[in-house]
């Protein structure tokens, strides 16, 4: 069987946990979007961005650009990220450098995302190092580069990011800019399942279906692609899944 190849995935995230100095329009507007009640969450976070709080203009952008609490509008969340990046908040520079590359609300323009996810990712967004990696390892805004891609994706797997360990463990088992090692891509593949990503889990049970770079465990295999069905995976990824499973002679 082979690995499954590289995915890359955004998820709808809000500023930084750690707002105990921020201010109490951002906390009461962090908090009600949190309960999910946006109504309230909105005012409270255009209250605290237009006196000058970085997080809660990037999480007032994730409002507008999902649709939360106001009716989306991709400019206007680019506008809030540029506004957030601008004051020194890595979120807001990761935000936008997404809405860059995948041409939401502005014109597709890797170059900038580029620059702005090294921004984010120099300033300790540790998705900003992993879609940094994904830049340089398909070349778009930069050279293609796939030891670097490796080195961005340790870097986010390292400061928490379950994709740059997905993507790590999957270079690695590739031999894809690093030496090919099936030992180094289980590690990082346990650690992106550990972390909810659907692939790293389908990735490693893969290995410990053949053996790979780990003790040979049919239970085990069946197990963690059981646990990859439970994340929401692709359709596609889910047939593959089911069909290893009953080969394996277990139930999905």
Known sequence: MRIASLVMAFAFTLGSPAFAQSSDAYKAGRAAADRGDYATAVPKLKQACDGGDTWACTDLGVMYENGRGVTADLASAVSLYRRACDGGDALGCKSLGYMYSNGRGVPRDYAR???????????????????????????????????????????????????????????????????????????????????????????????????????????????????ALTLNPSAELAGKIRARITALGGQP
């Not at 797997?157 to 999957?170: D, E, I, K, R, T």
């Not at 690695?172 to 790293?200: H, I, K, M, P, W």
């Not at 490693?204 to 069946?222: F, H, N, Y």
Request: charged share 15%; with cysteine; proline share 2%.
């Open 113 to 227: 995302a580029f620059a702005l996810y090294q921004q984010a990712c120099t300033g300790g967004e540790a998705v900003g190092c992993t879609n940094l990696g994904f830049l340089y390892g398909a070349g778009r805004g930069v050279p293609k580069d796939d030891a670097k891609a490796v080195a961005l994706y340790e870097q986010g797997c390292n400061g928490g990011n379950a994709l740059g360990c997905s993507n790590a463990g999957n270079m690695y088992a590739t031999g894809q800019g690093v030496a090919q090692s099936y030992a180094r891509a289980a590690t990082f593949l346990q650690r992106g399942c550990d972390g909810g990503e659907a692939g790293a889990c389908h990735n490693l049970a893969v290995l410990l279906e053949s053996g790979q770079g780990v003790a040979k465990d049919v239970p085990r295999a069946i197990e963690t692609y059981r646990k």
